[in-house]
């Protein structure tokens, strides 16, 4: 089985400072990593996903992840913040073995931008 | 494209009571997902359906049932509520729906049961 890990729950960052949020995930297949972003009172929408090739993948709103196969990782980052990037971000994998698109999402990280 | 919409955004429910949470997509996605976010756990899947006459349980089905007679509608009944549903629910879908398929959520349904 797949699962996932947030470690962090929350992270206050200041406004134009770097930010990383982690996610480590356990599987026993190849899967595929995904990031999602939810803000207040509204649905997930797909930053970046990272489904083959160059491990560094790049999404909107200047995101960025880097999948690390041997530590099982795929840790998202931003070189510089703003206040509307305050939002929840969850951290997901899938797994080609299901007949279907069954997707397991991490705990999720509150980002707390302050100006 | 309106995408994923959802109704109502908002009920409390009396426990006992029963309702319907709608779902409508109009991207002709074939797959189509109902998810509930407790405070801290992230998304659990309780139901999801492959196309129109096909549904099949998640992980958290206990307390839930779903139809899916046409490919745009995914409704999820509550039959009796009880203070455990208290959560935000979140209908998804997706296209064709192997497992690099991004998905695409509504913007949810607070759930509250008093």
């Known amino acids: 089985a797949q699962s996932v890990t947030q470690l962090d729950s929350q992270v206050p960052v200041f406004e134009e400072a770097p930010v990383e949020l982690r996610c480590n995930y356990s599987s026993s297949v190849s899967v595929y990593l995904f990031w999602y972003v939810q803000y207040p009172n509204q649905g997930l929408q797909l930053l970046l996903k990272?489904?083959?090739?160059?491990?560094l993948v790049k999404g909107i709103n200047g995101f960025e992840a880097e999948f690390n196969k041997s530590q099982t990782s795929f840790h998202l980052r931003k070189p510089s913040v703003h206040i509307s990037d305050t939002a929840e971000y969850f951290c997901?994998?899938?797994?080609?073995?299901?007949?279907?698109?069954?997707?397991?999402f991490g705990s999720g990280t509150k980002l707390n931008v302050k100006p | 494209n309106a995408g994923v919409t959802q109704t109502p955004k908002f009920r409390i429910l009396k426990i006992g009571q029963s309702m319907t949470l709608q779902c409508t997509q109009d991207m002709n996605h074939n797959y189509m997902y109902w998810y509930r976010q407790d405070p801290g756990m992230g998304l659990k899947l309780i139901y999801y359906?492959?196309?129109?006459?096909?549904?099949d349980k998640g992980e958290v089905p206990n307390g839930y049932n779903v139809s899916r007679s046409t490919t745009e509608d995914f409704p999820l009944r509550l039959e009796l509520a009880a203070p455990s549903q208290t959560s935000v629910y979140f209908c998804a879908s997706s296209y064709p729906g192997n497992s690099q398929e991004t998905q695409y959520f509504g913007p949810g349904t607070r759930l509250l049961v008093l």
């Open positions: 990272y489904l083959s090739g160059s491990t």
């Open positions: 997901a994998v899938s797994a080609p073995i299901y007949n279907f698109n069954k997707f397991y």
């Open positions: 359906s492959v196309g129109a006459g096909i549904t």
